[in-house]
């Protein structure tokens, strides 16, 4: 007990500075309503060092584990800075702060925050604007005024160009929270057309006409995507987050760009991030396992992994991250309606005590927003989704994050396992890896990320298997323990009686594979389309046989990948041979 109060003391003292807010400059009032509307008495570590640099009017990236408090940290010194103005902002002033984000939930999480903070701030309004939200209305609101805009990219993008009332002349902090991401989605150009259409640089301020327009990019992995955006969009910035221990580590090359970049060499360095070697910071009471199981046993393990969570502790909240939303769809539906046991003799129930929620970017907007607002609310939960919902949200209490499809690279693993273990809360993660992609361990190693293996089979002995109790002993691979063999079965056939569900599995199947063949760079020698048995893969959609993958497309893609695959190999066996040669 004393251990563990030990320990949680310490996991704070990692967390929280030993510092007030109003020590760090903020006005009174603000901090009232951090403490009133959002329980924050002290300041988080990122929060302390951030806000200080971000009041002083300093171009600023801040990188720093997920679940910091990055989003106050920005927040905080915006809306101090807009409530000291001698003249009070106007709603017919336009917008003086920007915040651009990758995803419609996030636009919402950092626009309801901010509603809370501004409660006693009447003048300075907050507002949003996002794909699939009414674009009328939204005309309607930025034709009044909005003192703080959320934003995801497109939107904004498209309003700069058709909403001739959206007033953003006073505009004069641009914030990038979750940088990378909004990067990847393949915003880049969006981005870059939004820097030239708000004029950047030579910003002239309502009240104080010396004061300069100030830029933040924040996340919680840096990498090369934001190279470019950090160069067009920052000036001289002050770099938060980056700990001593990696500074001094100058085998990593990215350190030194990251320093030239602070010393305001940007232009001269011609890559700044590495890609391949960062040192990604995770939350250090994180426990993080690794689960192998082969193919066709997939199912059956993740359902008993979820019921012996759910088991142990019916009360917490579960994450678990699919590659496709058709496999959402999929395992959503097989969640909500398979029962157990199959014995005509006992009374049957659903399979997990828990009603399955799901989120993903093919559903409409309201049941995101519903889906998204019911997890973050229910104390017992449990989420499917697609990374949709791996950057930036905060859903309290999550327990357990699964990754059941593995991660296009170590930045989303980073991002997907930090929906839990939240400012020094507790949290626990499982990826899932068939036996012939554990080298993917060694990828993540590469990045400081270490997964110690999750023990299954101990798991899942301790199943009830009545008459067949006796087989336990004789039972050699995982395949063949009797319990993965009878749950395999009764999902077998309960989606053969079900043709709904069944043609989700066989969509399911299809996306699946193409989501394998569409890995990139080095994990494409990990994730071996050649090494795929389809067969197994069916199985693991609880399908007896084969779907035909009529899609053209994925065949092709198949054969291309199985050929790619057979090149690589060739090259890499004549460059040994060359080697033993010489
Ligand atoms: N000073 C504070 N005191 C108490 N709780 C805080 C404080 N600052 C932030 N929090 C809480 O910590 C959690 C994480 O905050 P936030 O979502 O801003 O983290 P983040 O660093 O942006 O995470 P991510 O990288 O995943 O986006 C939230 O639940 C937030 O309410």
């Known amino acids: 007990m004393e251990k563990n109060n030990k320990n949680k003391n310490s996991e704070s003292a990692e967390v929280f500075a030993s510092c007030s807010f109003s020590s760090l400059g903020l006005h009174p009032t603000l901090c009232e309503q951090l403490k009133e509307r959002l329980g924050f008495d002290i300041p988080t570590q990122v929060q302390a060092q951030a806000i200080p640099v971000v009041l002083s009017g300093r171009h600023v990236l801040v990188n720093a584990a997920t679940g910091t408090g990055k989003t106050v940290a920005y927040l905080a010194p915006v809306i101090h800075q807009l409530?000291?103005?001698?003249?009070?902002?106007?709603?017919?002033?336009?917008?003086?702060?920007?915040?651009?984000?990758?995803?419609?939930?996030?636009?919402?999480?950092?626009?309801?925050?901010?509603?809370?903070?501004?409660?006693?701030?009447?003048?300075?309004v907050p507002g949003y604007i996002m794909g699939g939200e009414n674009r009328a209305k939204e005309k309607a609101r930025l034709r009044k005024g909005v003192s703080i805009l959320v934003a995801t990219p497109g939107r904004l993008l498209d309003h700069l160009k058709n909403t001739t009332s959206f007033t953003h002349k006073n505009l004069r902090w641009i914030i990038f929270d979750e940088a990378d991401r909004i990067l990847e989605l393949g915003y880049g150009k969006d981005i870059e057309e939004i820097l030239n259409s708000l004029g950047t640089k030579q910003h002239k301020s309502l009240n104080s006409p010396e004061v300069q327009q100030q830029n933040l990019l924040l996340s919680a992995t840096l990498n090369d995507k934001v190279n470019h955006l950090a160069k067009i969009s920052l000036e001289n910035p002050v770099l938060i987050g980056i700990d001593d221990k990696v500074v001094q580590n100058m085998k990593y090359n990215h350190v030194k760009l990251l320093e030239s970049y602070v010393d305001n060499r940007i232009e001269e360095s011609p890559k700044m991030l590495s890609t391949s070697n960062e040192e990604y910071r995770l939350p250090a009471q994180l426990v993080q396992k690794y689960a192998k199981v082969p193919c066709g046993s997939r199912l059956v393990v993740l359902l008993s992994v979820l019921k012996h969570l759910f088991e142990r502790e019916a009360s917490q909240k579960i994450v678990v991250f699919f590659s496709t939303c058709d496999a959402v769809d999929f395992h959503h539906s097989l969640l909500s309606e398979f029962k157990w046991p199959q014995s005509k003799t006992e009374e049957r129930q659903m399979f997990l005590g828990?009603?399955?929620?799901?989120?993903h970017g093919n559903m409409n907007h309201e049941d995101r927003k519903t889906a998204f607002q019911t997890f973050k609310v229910e104390k017992s939960a449990l989420l499917l989704s697609t990374d949709?919902?791996?950057?930036?949200?905060?859903?309290?209490?999550?327990?357990?994050?699964?990754?059941?499809?593995?991660?296009?690279?170590?930045?989303?693993?980073?991002?997907?396992?930090?929906?839990?273990?939240?400012?020094?809360?507790?949290?626990?993660?499982?990826?899932?890896?068939?036996?012939?992609?554990?080298?993917?361990?060694?990828?993540?190693?590469?990045?400081?990320?270490?997964?110690?293996?999750?023990?299954?089979?101990?798991?899942?002995?301790?199943?009830?298997?009545?008459?067949?109790?006796?087989?336990?002993?004789?039972?050699?691979?995982?395949?063949?323990?009797?319990?993965?063999?009878?749950?395999?079965?009764?999902?077998?056939?309960?989606?053969?009686?079900?043709?709904?569900?069944?043609?989700?599995?066989?969509?399911?199947?299809?996306?699946?594979?193409?989501?394998?063949?569409?890995?990139?760079?080095?994990?494409?020698?990990?994730?071996?389309?050649?090494?795929?048995?389809?067969?197994?893969?069916?199985?693991?959609?609880?399908?007896?046989?084969?779907?035909?993958?009529?899609?053209?497309?994925?065949?092709?893609?198949?054969?291309?990948?199985?050929?790619?695959?057979?090149?690589?190999?060739?090259?890499?066996?004549?460059?040994?041979?060359?080697?033993?040669?010489?």
């Open 354 to 359: 828990c009603k399955p929620l799901k989120l």
């Open 83 to 124: 409530q000291s103005y001698d003249e009070r902002i106007q709603r017919a002033d336009g917008t003086f702060a920007l915040v651009l984000v990758p995803t419609h939930e996030l636009c919402m999480q950092v626009y309801e925050i901010l509603q809370k903070l501004l409660h006693r701030f009447h003048w300075i």
């Open 388 to 582: 949709v919902c791996a950057r930036g949200l905060d859903f309290p209490k999550v327990r357990c994050i699964i990754q059941y499809d593995s991660p296009g690279d170590a930045t989303e693993y980073v991002h997907r396992v930090g929906r839990t273990a939240r400012l020094g809360e507790k949290g626990d993660s499982i990826l899932f890896l068939q036996p012939v992609e554990v080298d993917y361990l060694k990828d993540l190693e590469k990045h400081g990320v270490m997964l110690t293996e999750y023990p299954l089979l101990k798991l899942l002995s301790s199943f009830p298997l009545n008459s067949l109790r006796h087989q336990v002993k004789k039972f050699v691979t995982l395949e063949m323990h009797p319990w993965v063999l009878t749950l395999q079965r009764a999902l077998e056939s309960f989606i053969s009686s079900e043709p709904k569900i069944k043609k989700l599995a066989q969509d399911a199947f299809c996306s699946w594979v193409r989501a394998y063949t569409a890995h990139r760079g080095e994990l494409k020698q990990i994730f071996m389309v050649k090494k795929l048995h389809l067969g197994h893969v069916a199985k693991s959609f609880a399908l007896k046989e084969q779907p035909s993958l009529f899609n053209k497309s994925i065949q092709k893609k198949i054969k291309k990948r199985k050929r790619d695959d057979k090149q690589h190999h060739r090259v890499k066996s004549k460059k040994r041979f060359t080697s033993t040669k010489s």
